[in-house]
């Protein structure tokens, strides 16, 4: 069997999906060892890998042109012996080249929105989206043999925009040896951390002004870092909040940082949190509950098992539940902080494991196929 995934970047800068792809696929590879994987992808500055460790791995790195086109892919697609193509994102060129080539020789496809479907998503840069959806987008969608999503609620977001495909919920996996559990030890002084991509989607203003309305006695032994990518006019903007706010002493944003820095970031995180309105799966959390931080975020992320297995807070959104969860969490006894990010640990090494979610996904590829056995993590309308 071989399968050949595709999507637009794997660059450090690129967010959560250019990690999970390349750790799922890396993950496959030594599942099945008769299993050849080619993953595709533009070329970029920083990838987060150059090669796969397996010899049945292979990583072609292709030249972008106009809108994203690449006549390289273009080639590979058309020539490559493949049995599946698995696309990754929405709204880019590489995966619409997928679609439109797998249908045309007739091969099976799967996309992965990562989120991209996501109502907020759709929201931002809403004439561009549904310009791309109605042209192009929609098709692919339609026609795919399978929509791959990373949580119950990303299926439901599927679902409810008219979409009657197979939807296969397989969550991101989590590679736990790169990711050590530190158990946090007691100390007077104490850090939260947020570290993602800086974005307004993720929170970042709603979480500098629910940090603003505590009081003195809830902030004088915490620190909030913020830690990540984005444009440099946005980060300004929030410098400049900071400064007006006069929380210079309390609030620092930092340059993003990648491999066993970051997780040295999350190991030294009393609480960890991502405000978003939006992630169709929200892989920094899973790393820092990976790490032990118990974590704070919102229902516009799938964590509700924050709540149900006592590792966080999942609220609503806005800057008042925020506010009021920051109150609690940073006055919550130590060492119940602490137990918390055990079970954060152990939530993580139960159900998101690499191992698992790699098994997952081979059964998936196994049962597009040979159309048998279907597995309880596909659902069919």
């Given at each position: 069997m071989k399968i050949s995934h595709i999507i637009s970047s794997i660059d450090n800068a690129s967010g959560g999906p250019s990690r999970s792809v390349t750790h799922t696929i890396q993950a496959i590879l030594k599942q099945e060892d008769t299993l050849?994987?080619?993953?595709?992808?533009?070329?970029?500055?920083?990838?987060?890998?150059?090669?796969?460790?397996?010899?049945?791995?292979?990583?072609?790195?292709?030249?972008?042109?106009?809108?994203?086109?690449?006549?390289?892919?273009?080639?590979?697609?058309?020539?490559?012996?493949?049995?599946?193509?698995?696309?990754?994102?929405?709204?880019?060129?590489?995966?619409?080249?997928?679609?439109?080539?797998?249908?045309?020789?007739?091969?099976?496809?799967?996309?992965?929105?990562?989120?991209?479907?996501?109502?907020?998503?759709?929201?931002?840069?809403?004439?561009?989206?549904?310009?791309?959806?109605?042209?192009?987008?929609?098709?692919?969608?339609?026609?795919?043999?399978?929509?791959?999503?990373?949580?119950?609620?990303?299926?439901?977001?599927?679902?409810?925009?008219?979409?009657?495909?197979?939807?296969?919920?397989?969550?991101?996996?989590?590679?736990?040896?790169?990711?050590?559990?530190?158990?946090?030890?007691?100390?007077?002084?104490?850090?939260?951390?947020?570290?993602?991509?800086?974005?307004?989607?993720?929170?970042?203003?709603?979480?500098?002004?629910?940090?603003?309305?505590?009081?003195?006695?809830?902030?004088?032994?915490?620190?909030?870092?913020?830690?990540?990518?984005?444009?440099?006019?946005?980060?300004?903007?929030?410098?400049?909040?900071?400064?007006?706010?006069?929380?210079?002493h309390q609030i620092v944003i930092s340059e993003p940082i990648f491999g066993a820095e970051k997780m040295k970031k999350f190991q030294e995180a009393n609480l960890f949190v991502l405000p978003s309105y939006s992630e169709n799966f929200g892989i920094v959390v899973a790393e820092a509950l990976a790490c032990g931080a118990p974590v704070i975020t919102t229902k516009g992320t799938p964590w509700e098992e924050l709540n149900s297995h006592q590792a966080g807070w999942w609220i609503e959104i806005g800057v008042e539940p925020l506010k009021k969860t920051l109150e609690t969490a940073m006055q919550t006894n130590e060492s119940e902080l602490i137990s918390m990010g055990v079970n954060g640990r152990k939530l993580i090494e139960n159900k998101y494991s690499m191992e698992t979610v790699a098994k997952q996904m081979l059964a998936l590829y196994q049962w597009i196929l040979a159309k048998n056995n279907k597995p309880d993590f596909i659902d069919i309308i």
């Open positions: 050849k994987i080619d993953l595709n992808t533009l070329i970029s500055e920083n990838p987060i890998i150059k090669k796969f460790d397996s010899k049945n791995g292979q990583l072609n790195f292709h030249n972008q042109e106009l809108l994203g086109f690449s006549k390289t892919l273009q080639q590979e697609l058309n020539n490559i012996n493949t049995d599946i193509f698995h696309g990754h994102g929405l709204w880019q060129y590489p995966v619409h080249q997928m679609a439109q080539i797998a249908r045309q020789r007739n091969i099976p496809y799967i996309i992965t929105p990562r989120g991209m479907l996501d109502v907020w998503s759709i929201k931002h840069k809403g004439f561009k989206k549904k310009l791309a959806l109605k042209l192009f987008q929609d098709k692919d969608l339609r026609k795919a043999t399978i929509i791959h999503a990373t949580s119950k609620q990303e299926a439901l977001n599927i679902r409810s925009l008219g979409y009657k495909n197979p939807v296969a919920i397989i969550p991101n996996g989590i590679p736990l040896k790169k990711l050590e559990f530190t158990k946090k030890t007691i100390s007077n002084e104490k850090k939260m951390l947020f570290l993602s991509r800086i974005v307004k989607n993720k929170g970042v203003e709603e979480l500098i002004e629910a940090w603003s309305m505590l009081n003195d006695e809830v902030t004088k032994h915490w620190t909030l870092e913020i830690v990540g990518n984005g444009q440099d006019i946005y980060i300004k903007k929030l410098r400049n909040i900071i400064k007006l706010k006069k929380l210079q």
